[in-house]
């Protein structure tokens, strides 16, 4: 029996180790670092759209495990058996690796599937992937990308639950998977850059900056950690190693944690999360896509950062995804 799944301590110890040799004296080079402009009419590069066989035998697998009476914890690859799908997931996990960094599976009918079994047909390809884990210290394995109605001027408050703009940032995880079920009225798109091609500006705009990008950054907890733990942690954005370039960014935790009153940013980190921001929005990095109900998405978070319009709902049918995280190894 395979792993099931990560608690979300194990799975941020997993990701947050990463080697470091030195810094990059070059720019970097490769699949994954590319600009949004030369993807937009290159979707055989990351878009997949699943076969009508391959869409019913994840629906098979999902409705025999939700018939079967087991919880998302009950279920792992031996459980969930694709016998033709398993070895396309694992082409989709080389894109993600060694390709762009990304892969986008269209065709999955979320119409036809309760909302159990839509979790769980998710739920099953990831584990094909990899290692589910939990997303927050609450160990939420599964989670519900949709407007809580909390307010998104509270600290404590994950913008995912909420319909306001998030800047670019990567997840705790080596990878991030959406399922799209129900999309918004207006906005809520999808958007995301090549970290290393962030990386690749900075050093041909400030190259003296570059060096604070290896140094440690400090970044909010949000409320989301042990009470007697520093409500901040400190984590250098990125690491090298081996020629590989693998980045955790977040901006907005990056920018809030000034907010603690023993806190402030040294030279060059307000510089570099600036930069990072405009470098990031410039139209001809970043690449933008609208996800379909039925849409799969699935990111690694060492070379893609991410982010999400805001957007306005239908409240007869409101923008609802789910969220998997996980890791590879």
């Given at each position: 029996?395979?792993s099931?799944?990560?608690?979300?301590?194990d799975?941020?110890?997993?990701?947050f180790?990463?080697?470091?040799e030195?810094?990059?004296?070059?720019?970097?080079?490769?699949p994954s670092?590319?600009?949004?402009?030369?993807?937009v009419?290159?979707?055989?590069?990351?878009?997949?759209?699943?076969?009508t066989?391959?869409?019913d035998?994840i629906?098979?697998?999902?409705?025999?495990?939700?018939?079967?009476g087991?919880?998302?914890?009950?279920?792992?690859?031996d459980?969930?058996?694709?016998?033709t799908?398993?070895?396309?997931?694992?082409?989709?996990?080389?894109?993600i690796?060694?390709g762009?960094?990304?892969?986008?599976v269209?065709?999955l009918p979320?119409?036809?599937?309760?909302a159990?079994e839509?979790?769980?047909a998710?739920?099953g390809?990831?584990?094909?992937m990899?290692?589910?884990?939990?997303?927050?210290?609450?160990?939420?394995?599964?989670g519900?990308?949709?407007?809580?109605?909390e307010?998104?001027?509270?600290?404590?408050?994950?913008?995912?639950?909420?319909?306001?703009?998030?800047?670019f940032?990567?997840d705790?995880?080596?990878?991030?998977?959406?399922?799209c079920?129900s999309?918004?009225a207006?906005?809520?798109?999808?958007?995301?850059?090549?970290t290393?091609?962030?990386?690749n500006r900075t050093?041909a705009?400030a190259?003296?900056?570059?060096?604070?990008l290896?140094?440690?950054?400090?970044?909010?907890?949000?409320?989301?950690?042990?009470d007697d733990?520093?409500?901040?942690?400190?984590?250098?954005?990125?690491?090298y190693?081996?020629?590989?370039?693998?980045?955790?960014?977040?901006?907005?935790?990056?920018?809030s944690v000034t907010r603690?009153?023993d806190?402030?940013?040294?030279?060059?980190?307000?510089?570099?999360?600036?930069?990072?921001?405009?470098?990031?929005?410039?139209?001809?990095i970043?690449l933008?896509?609208?996800l379909?109900?039925?849409?799969?998405?699935?990111?690694?978070?060492?070379?893609?950062?991410?982010?999400r319009?805001?957007?306005?709902?239908d409240?007869?049918?409101?923008?609802?995804?789910?969220?998997?995280?996980?890791?590879?190894e």
């Amino acid at each position: 029996m395979t792993s099931r799944y990560r608690s979300f301590a194990d799975q941020t110890r997993h990701y947050f180790t990463r080697l470091h040799e030195a810094v990059p004296a070059l720019p970097l080079t490769g699949p994954s670092i590319w600009r949004g402009a030369d993807l937009v009419d290159r979707e055989d590069l990351w878009m997949v759209t699943l076969t009508t066989e391959e869409a019913d035998e994840i629906t098979r697998a999902a409705r025999s495990a939700v018939a079967s009476g087991y919880d998302l914890e009950d279920v792992d690859r031996d459980r969930f058996p694709l016998p033709t799908v398993g070895s396309k997931v694992r082409e989709w996990r080389n894109r993600i690796e060694e390709g762009v960094g990304f892969v986008v599976v269209r065709g999955l009918p979320v119409t036809a599937l309760s909302a159990r079994e839509a979790e769980m047909a998710f739920w099953g390809v990831g584990h094909h992937m990899g290692i589910p884990g939990a997303q927050n210290p609450d160990q939420e394995l599964l989670g519900h990308v949709r407007d809580y109605r909390e307010a998104d001027d509270n600290p404590h408050v994950r913008l995912y639950r909420t319909t306001a703009n998030i800047e670019f940032h990567c997840d705790a995880a080596d990878v991030v998977g959406l399922l799209c079920l129900s999309t918004a009225a207006s906005g809520g798109q999808s958007r995301i850059v090549s970290t290393g091609q962030l990386f690749n500006r900075t050093l041909a705009e400030a190259p003296d900056l570059v060096p604070a990008l290896f140094e440690p950054f400090a970044l909010d907890r949000r409320g989301e950690g042990a009470d007697d733990a520093l409500p901040y942690y400190f984590l250098p954005p990125c690491a090298y190693a081996k020629g590989e370039l693998r980045t955790f960014y977040h901006s907005e935790y990056m920018r809030s944690v000034t907010r603690h009153v023993d806190l402030e940013m040294p030279p060059g980190q307000p510089e570099l999360i600036e930069l990072y921001d405009r470098l990031g929005a410039d139209p001809d990095i970043q690449l933008d896509m609208w996800l379909q109900p039925g849409d799969m998405q699935f990111l690694s978070n060492h070379s893609i950062a991410h982010a999400r319009t805001a957007y306005d709902d239908d409240p007869d049918n409101p923008r609802h995804l789910l969220r998997l995280w996980l890791s590879l190894e």
